[in-house]
C-alpha cells in the first residue's frame, strides 16, 4: 500500500487524518488485502480508494496446497506483469515460515536452481516484499485462523543485490507499529555477496544469516555459485569470520547436496577444514538440502549418502540438520522456485 498516496488523498479532499491510521492497522494488524474487507471505512469512501489505490500490489496468480498441507505455494502476479513465487513452510506445530522473493528471477545464475536459469528480470520494491507476507498473512488467518511466525529471505533472487529494499521490507516487517516480528524471526540468506554481508552486520545484528555455500573449493563453488568468482571463498570466509565477531551470532550454513557433485567424505572434510578457518564449529548450524528436482542435470543423493555426509559432519563437531523437502509436490522446495 502506497500510504503516501493516501495521505495525499486524505488531505487534499479534507479527510480526517484518522483514516489513515484506519487503513494501517487494518492492513497491518487485520491483513486486509482488498478495500472490501476495510469495512471500517464508509463503503462510498471505499469506492473513491478502489478506483485510485490498491490495497495490495499483488495479485494472487495461483496458490498450491502440498498434499500434506505443510507448504503452500503462492505464484504472485506483479503490476507489470511479471510472475514470482513465495512459500509457506509448516515447519513446526502451528509455526509458519514465509518465505519471500527479493528480485523477479535472480542474477547468480546457480545452475542446480529454477529461478538463475531464469536470470534477472529486475529488482522487487520493498512495497512488493512486504505485501507477499500480508497476502500470505490474509491466506492464513483466513484458511486457518493462524499467523506467520518467521521470516526467511530465501525465495527467489539474491537479497544483498536488492539490499536498499530488502531492508526496508526488514524495518516494516519488524517495527512494532507495522508487523512487529522480533528480528531474531527474521533470516536473510545470501549465495555470499561480500559487501552485504559486511552492511547486514552492521544494520541487522540481530536477524539471522544464512549463507548458501554449496561447495567449499573455489573451483566447483565458481560453477554450482558464480558469484564465487566475484567474492571467492577466501573473501567470504574473512567476512563471515568478521560477522561472526560482531554480532556474536550463529550462521546457518545452505548445503544442497548433489550427487557426485559435492557430496563425497572429501568434501565433507574440506567443508569442515574451511568452515574451522571461519570460526570455531559452535558458531554454525549446517543445513543440508537433499538436492529437489528442477529439470538440471543434478540428481539427489541417496538417503544413505547422504546419511554419511550429516555423520562426517557430526563427527567433525558441527550441529547438523538435514531439511525435510517440505513442498516438493508444488515445487515449493529450495532452488525450485521459477515464477512460471
Ligand atoms: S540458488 Fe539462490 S542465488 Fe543461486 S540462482 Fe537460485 S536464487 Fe539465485
Redesign the pocket.
Known sequence: MDFKKLSAFLEENGLPAFRLKQVRDAVYKNFAVSWDEITVLPAPLRERLAAGLRVNSLDTAETLVSKKGDAVKFAFRLKDGHVIETVLLNLLPEKWSLCVST?VG?????P??????KGLKRNLSPDEIVDQFLAAASYLKKTRGQKISSVIF?????PFYNYEAVGEAIRAMTDPDLLGLGQRHISV???GHVPGIRKFAKDFPQCNLAI?LHASEDKLRNEL?P?NVTYPLSQLAKALTDYIFMTKRRVFVEY?LMDGVNNSRSQAAKLSSWLRSVAAPKYFTINLIPYNRTGGPFKAPAKERVKVFAGLMEEYGFEVTVRKSLGDDVAGA??Q?AGK
Open positions: 528480485q535472480c542474477p547468480v545464475r546457480c542446480f536452481c529454477a529461478t538463475g536459469r530465501m525465495g527467489m533472487g539474491e540468506s545470501t549465495s548458501s555459485v558469484l544442497v529450495c532452488g522456485l
